[in-house]
């Protein structure tokens, strides 16, 4: 029955995750696997398996996009993050000691479990941003409600944060049901004072510093060329592409006075783009609207290739570029490429590896006399906060995130993306504009709203008064660095380190003392 009641909490985090985004079944699923734990012998074999079903339930049917990529991956990938979940669920068994094999709820404090144990699964989850391969950071608790203001918390502590908040206030509504039964409210009084803390956080969240206007704009076009998803590079010609997306581009008139017009990642596949006739066409484009484009482009580099995105002046000069640091791994290159090459693998899928690039995330968009720095994450760097933190350090203002997503089928990808975004845009107190070549594309405010979007497969162009930005959010300035969420994960892993030592004292005490 715990098993069960596990695996239903996992179901449910997956419901409340996009694309379905029912965020209170989040809670009610992290709910469930705490009163499953709790109820469950302490045995770490026990509390092991409890967590690899909870991590596994949620994880699998929310990760689904993969098996679009690489079928093989879909099946491992979640089993893999589960077991990093097991081994926190069992860490907090180790940590703690909580009630006898009989199932019985023990007057220990249930509530230095739920801290101790919402710690060491954001601590399997800082595994998962980084590992392997740079790290698979979907179907983070985070996601759930980034359409809710419960995400302003981004400012202060991260995606992560966010996620330990969610760990531990579904937590501590566990506990409060697991006593219901008791008399009085002392037995209550830490989860009704660890709920007070997490809504008093959630308050100061609001008001926390996130960045100012300064008062300028960029009129943003955004041009999708719409078309089928599902579609592999190499099943495909990208002539049709680049057609697709000059056809939407001349929905655009020189009267809409755009300062920036934007193509999407992968939009250009060409040997040179500078030698190539689409080069042509777009500064055709670029002189018949009066307007600088960003365009994304992919050119031959030897063997390999690159993933890029250009700015293009008004008088047809690349002026300005940046390169794909953060690739796909499966989708821009194939990690152990000869091993898997030996075992029959269809890598000949991916027959190139994407070079990464090394120079800062930063585009200079020209407006009057000046340029305006414009930070951008191409595609996948949208779902790393380091990556749109690399452009915002280096004088960002708005935030660029060109994509692809057309390799996809269904909605589970693109629509975490769009939440990534929302969360992207809260935590670097930045707009967000996102290009899609088949969708999604819109335009988010730093308070993560939505204020337009043209749908997945539609051939359209939008555009808006874009506000600058500047100023720092709290996390963007202190809470992240080279190695991720570094100072959270060493927060937790010292209150993890220091809840061990407490308890194996305590164990040590006679009784009577």
């Keep these: 029955m715990h098993y069960l009641l596990a695996l239903f ?149 991260g995606p992560l944060g966010l996620a330990l908040w969610l760990l531990l206030f579904a937590g501590a509504l566990a506990e409060l049901w697991l006593r219901r039964r008791e008399f009085g409210w002392q037995s209550r009084r830490a989860a009704l004072g660890l709920l007070a803390v997490l809504v008093v956080l959630q308050a100061v969240a609001q008001t926390a510093p996130h960045g100012r206007d300064t008062g300028e704009s960029l009129r943003i076009a955004l041009v999708q060329g719409g078309g089928p998803q599902g579609v592999l590079a190499i099943d495909s010609n990208p002539r049709d592409v680049v057609d697709r997306h ?100 269809p890598v000949d899928r991916i027959p190139r590896d994407a070079i990464a690039g090394t120079q800062p995330a930063i585009l200079l968009v020209p407006q009057g006399d000046t340029t305006v720095p414009v930070a951008v994450a191409i595609s996948w760097e949208i779902f790393f906060s380091g990556r749109v933190n690399d452009g915002v350090a280096a004088g960002g203002q708005v935030v660029l995130n060109p994509t692809n997503g057309s390799s996809y089928t269904g909605e589970i990808l693109q629509q975490q993306q769009v939440a990534t975004s929302q969360l992207r845009a809260i935590e670097s107190g930045r707009f967000v504009v996102q290009a899609g070549t088949t969708g999604y594309s819109l335009i988010v405010d730093p308070a993560g709203h939505v204020l337009q979007r043209i749908p997945i497969g539609q051939q359209a162009a939008i555009f808006a008064d874009v506000p600058l930005r500047t100023g720092r959010s709290i996390y963007s300035r202190f809470g992240y660095s080279q190695f991720g969420d570094l100072p959270l994960v060493v927060l937790l892993v010292a209150f993890i380190a220091v809840m061990a030592v407490r308890s194996r004292r305590m164990r040590k005490v006679p009784l009577g003392e």
Excluded at 140 to 152: C, D, N, S, Y
Excluded at 267 to 276: E, G, K, N, P, W
């Design 9 to 157: 909490g996992g179901v449910l985090v997956a419901v409340g995750l996009p694309p379905l985004a029912w965020w209170p079944a989040m809670l009610i699923g992290i709910a469930c696997y705490v009163v499953a734990a709790e109820r469950a012998p302490s045995r770490t074999r026990v509390q092991f398996t409890l967590g690899v079903l909870f991590a596994w339930g949620w994880l699998a049917p929310a990760m689904g996009w993969m098996w679009h990529l690489v079928p093989g991956g879909f099946i491992v990938a979640p089993l893999l993050f589960a077991i990093t979940h097991g081994a926190a669920a069992a860490i907090t068994s180790c940590v703690i000691s909580h009630q006898s094999d009989s199932g019985s709820v023990s007057s220990t404090s249930v509530t230095s479990r739920i801290i101790v144990r919402g710690a060491a699964h954001v601590l399997a989850e800082s595994l998962r941003f980084v590992a392997p391969f740079g790290g698979v950071p979907l179907a983070g608790l985070a996601l759930g409600v980034a359409e809710t203001r419960l995400a302003h918390l981004v400012r202060l502590v």
């Design 246 to 345: 000059l056809v939407a581009t001349r929905f655009l008139k020189q009267s809409d006075e755009i300062d920036l017009v934007v193509w999407p990642e992968n939009a250009i596949d060409v040997r040179d783009f500078t030698t190539s006739k689409v080069r042509d066409e777009i500064i055709t484009e670029i002189r018949r609207l009066d307007a600088p484009f960003a365009v994304g482009v992919t050119e031959d580099a030897a063997t390999a290739f690159t993933n890029a995105q250009i700015l293009v002046d008004r008088d047809g000069t690349e002026t300005s570029r940046y390169d794909k640091i953060r690739r796909v791994p499966y989708g821009e290159y194939i990690p152990l490429r000869a091993v898997l090459e030996s075992l029959g693998a």
